[in-house]
């Protein structure tokens, strides 16, 4: 398969992000007084109808733009492609935060080669997270870096230059499950001691462009998928973030995690840690 050029993965990082500040505007100026809500995997696990609408007006620009590439949404609506590449998209990750009017929420879109439906068999290519209520627009292409955008114009961003663990900001989140929640719950225990504080803010994506920008140091959740990383994982590793999962496996829905290099190691072992005695 011949993957697109550094010029195209640029002209694919414009239409991510173009698309994702679409659907952003979408779901903060289209939001109804009255937002029908229903559950999937479990009740506290919520779609509304606009992270549908959102993902529907994502598929039919990307399609219209992009008709040979397949589609893998959070929600219904996905296709299948010809070209190797996929989009992976979350509309809203933070459906919970956008639910209650809390902030962050993000718009998710990402291209990637390979199986995103398998973790380890999918590499993103170019992506934009777009954060409405803080009017944030982050992008990024392979080997090309990752920047900013918002009110005031463009910069590039770098994650944080953190060194000792102890010292470190860190964000994580809780899955729907209680089951889950439990492991998760014991492995927090073991870590909160052991860094500066720990933040939930509610968005995967968020928190992973917030890695990139210094704003937080290190991030690690279990229970995510492609959708909610793909493009928030390539802004992060193009901001000079470490990637890692539990031990030597791939980052996956055991445990995901992206660091500042000078704390990565240690952060990494923590983690190994609190997980396998969680
Ligand atoms: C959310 C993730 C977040 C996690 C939440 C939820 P969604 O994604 O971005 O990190 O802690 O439980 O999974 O469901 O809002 O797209």
């Known amino acids: 398969?011949?993957?697109?050029?550094?010029?195209?993965?640029?002209?694919?990082?414009?239409?991510?992000?173009?698309?994702?500040?679409?659907?952003?505007?979408?779901?903060?100026?289209?939001?109804?007084?009255?937002?029908?809500?229903?559950s999937k995997s479990s009740r506290r696990d919520i779609v509304t109808e606009m992270d549908q609408r959102a993902q529907d007006a994502l598929c039919e620009a990307l399609a219209a733009a992009r008709p040979d590439d397949a589609i893998l949404g959070e929600e219904q609506g996905g296709r299948p492609g010809t070209s190797g590449l996929t989009w992976v998209l979350d509309p809203i990750d933070g459906t919970v935060n956008y639910l209650y009017g809390l902030s962050p929420f993000s718009v998710s879109v990402a291209v990637v080669e390979g199986d995103p439906t398998t973790w380890g068999r999918w590499s993103p290519l170019a992506g934009a997270v777009v954060i409405p209520p803080v009017g944030l627009t982050y992008l990024a292409t392979l080997g090309g870096?990752?920047?900013?955008?918002?009110?005031?114009?463009?910069?590039?961003?770098?994650?944080?230059?953190a060194a000792e663990l102890s010292m470190a900001l860190v964000a994580t989140g809780f899955a729907y499950g209680a089951e889950l929640r439990c492991v998760q719950t014991r492995a927090f225990v073991e870590i909160i001691p052991k860094v500066r504080d720990i933040r939930r803010t509610g968005s995967a994506a968020a928190d992973l462009c917030w890695v990139a920008d210094g704003r937080l140091d290190g991030y690690f959740e279990a229970g995510l998928h492609a959708w909610d990383v793909a493009a928030g994982q390539l802004i992060a590793t193009e901001a000079g973030a470490v990637l890692h999962g539990l031990g030597d496996e791939v980052p996956n829905g055991d445990l995901y995690a992206m660091s500042a290099p000078g704390i990565s190691a240690d952060f990494a072992a923590l983690l190994r840690s609190a997980h396998r005695s969680s």
């Open 1 to 38: 398969m011949n993957l697109p050029d550094p010029l195209d993965r640029h002209a694919l990082a414009e239409l991510a992000r173009d698309v994702a500040e679409q659907a952003g505007r979408l779901i903060v100026q289209g939001r109804p007084d009255r937002l029908e809500v229903s």
């Open 145 to 161: 870096g990752a920047m900013v955008q918002d009110a005031h114009g463009a910069r590039e961003v770098r994650a944080s230059s």
